[in-house]
């Protein structure tokens, strides 16, 4: 990870090529009841119209196995899907931790039963967070369950274990 550190600039900008312990932590698939209200931004170009398209993704639909690697569970019938399998690119932005993030991914279809979800494993081409001096991010986008709550976090624990599966089967090459 590099960092701007000129103390004469109002940006301070870091980029990464993997994640930073703190995301890796946020992406473990843990703990999933108290990262409730995360929400990333997941951006598509529809290769047909060439227009940007814009996914909101939960905690329970992403899962890092590992340092360079994003996994992410999408309804297979969804335009994000669509656009992955015909591009392999995506940027997935967020707010965390007073920070906003934009993280370039090259992403390929996981093959393995994931409980009727589109599963996919990106590597991180580029990363970066921004934050300026003068002011914290206190949120991007952000949600609270409102109904079945209980229901939401079971399916989240179920989309991060096939996660979870597909991003060792992958890794194992099987």
């Not at 996994?71 to 707010?95: D, E, H, K, Y």
Request: proline share 2%.
């Amino acid at each position: 990870m590099t960092a701007s550190t000129d103390h004469n600039r109002a940006l301070d900008q870091q980029v990464f090529d993997e994640w930073p312990v703190e995301l890796r932590a946020l992406f473990d698939g843990s703990a999933l009841e108290s990262k409730v209200g995360f929400t990333a931004s997941l951006l598509t170009v529809d290769e047909r119209s060439a227009h940007v398209r814009t996914s909101l993704l939960g905690i329970g639909e992403l899962y890092a196995p590992d340092s360079r690697t994003l996994s992410a569970a999408l309804w297979p019938q969804s335009r994000a899907a669509r656009a992955i399998t015909q591009s392999g690119r995506a940027a997935l932005t967020f707010v965390f931790d007073g920070t906003f993030y934009q993280v370039q991914l090259a992403l390929v279809p996981l093959n393995a039963d994931a409980g009727g979800l589109a599963c996919f494993s990106g590597t991180i081409d580029s990363g970066e967070a921004q934050r300026v001096r003068y002011a914290r991010l206190t949120a991007g986008i952000t949600f609270d369950l409102t109904e079945g709550r209980d229901a939401v976090l079971e399916r989240w624990a179920q989309q991060i274990e096939h996660l979870k599966r597909a991003a060792g089967t992958a890794a194992n090459g099987t």
